[in-house]
Each structure stands twice: as structure tokens, then as C-alpha cells.
């Protein structure tokens, strides 16, 4: 199969375009920044340089492709960050409808079920409105919230000595490992279903308090703590770290909609499988590495 991966070669992308090469595939990866087509043609892949926002290089792109995965970046600039994300996935609906790919694959989110109230996931959740009106046939691979996403309280653990964010302990959160969104993403790619699917990709389902303690444990810090914040508590921490405002302002709508449930209620309320395998121990050895 001739296959599409956008992601360039992130956390995702890489993995994902390495497992379609070795299942003897086309692969053409699409990275915005020319530095990277060595590296992409180094692993066997095809560089297609250009942005995700421009349908006219997206079209060229996929011309003659068999399959596509679909991903637009989390922030897309500072500002603007849901319009800015839905853009990028009319660009694609755009190329998709021109060519008449046949297969898609789009990295979605737990969350995207909502239109408020769920911070940047709120931009995935107009894109999978977008691609549903799409004659092709689409599964949106919705993933748990990032496991490397607590690589961000590294500063204020070795700062303060606790991990911290604007909801409990002991809420449950679906978490997942990038390297396991690569494996559902190629399994995904091919297969041939038809109509619009959703899949969950989950490595496991935990709480912030056992999120500390086990990689607490890791790093030799076992009465890690995991502080609540409150959402201005939050904002202001984003603020003193540089982080945009609207961006903050996203992430802390993002925490509110953890704590009060409702972006994992999806998931959790329909008793769907667990089939990433990476588990919390298995990351926290990874964090330990890098701590």
C-alpha cells in the first residue's frame, strides 16, 4: 500500500512510519520542517515538505495514496489555537475529498465527543465533524491523555518535590503511550471497514495519586505527592513558565474537563478494552531514564 503519515517523525510519527516500512509499504511522511527529509529518507520513507494547513500541497500529496494518517498539531501557534487546529483538518477534508483517498486514519482524542469544555481537544472534535461528512472510510483512533504529557512537572518536582495539575488524585484517567497510538495507527491503516469508526487507544486507566507514587517510586522520591491545583493556581504557573496565555487558558479548560469527568466519561461508561501495552510501570522505568 501507498501510505500517508502526517507527524513528521514525533513520538508518533517515527514509530508509526518504521512499522509501515517494515510491513513492506510506500510510506511519504509530511513534515513542515526541511531539516527533517534526510532523516525521513534515511529510515526507507518519502519526504513530502509543506504544511498541513495548505490543501493545495496536501492534494498533491495524496494523489494516487491508498491510506492516509490524519494528524494536525496540538497547538498551531499561540493564538487562535482551536480555529487554527480546525483549519488544518478542513485542509485535509479538502485534499481527501479531491483525491478520493480511500482509507483514513485520524489521532483523535478521549474528549472529542465534546464540543466544550475539553480545552485544544475541542479542535478535534470539529475535525471529526468535518471528516464524518467525507464519502471515505475513516476510523477516529481517540487516545488517552499522553503519558509524556507528565514530563512537563520534572521542574517543579526536582523545584518542589510534588506533581501537581487543577484535578484530584483520585480521578481516573485514561492514559496511553505514544508508542502504542504507532501500533494502533498501523493496524488501523490496514485494515479495509467501511463507514466512520471510533477506536480507543488506552495503555492503562490510573489516577493522579497513583501516578505519583509509582513514578515517585522510579526516581527514588516514593512519598511523591500529587497536589490539586485550582484553576487560577494553574493559570498562574502556566503564566511564570512562559506558556501563552490562550494556550493556558486551554490546558486549564482541558483539567477542569478531567476532574469533573466528563472528558473521560466516553470511555470509561462504555467498558471499552484496555489494548495499549505499555502500563504506568512500564513508563515510569522510561521517566526514571530521563529524570
Known sequence: MKIIVSGSLGNIGKPLTEKLLGAG??????????????AIENLGAKAAIGSVSDSTFLTETLKGADALFAMTPPNLGGQNVIANTTEAGNAFAKAIAATNIKRIVMLSS???DLPTGNGPIAGLYNIEKLYNELNTSITFLRAGYFYTNFYNDVPMIKRAGIMGGNFPSDAKIPLVHPADIAQAAAEELEKNPSGKNIRYIISDV????DLAKVLGTAI??????????TDEQSLQGMAQAGIPEEIAKLYTEMGTGLRNGKIAEDFLK???????KTKL???????ASKF
Do not use: C, M, Y
Open 281 to 287: 510501570g512500564d513508563f515510569a522505568k522510561e521517566f
Open 25 to 38: 509499504h510506500d510510506v511519504t511522511v509530511i513534515s513542515s520542517d526541511l531539516n527533517k527529509k534526510a
Open 206 to 209: 490510573r489516577t493522579p495519586g
Open 270 to 276: 462504555s467498558n471499552l478494552s484496555v489494548d495499549g
Open 220 to 229: 527514588d522520591k516514593s512519598d511523591l505527592p500529587w497536589i490539586e491545583f
Open 110 to 112: 478521549i474528549g472529542a
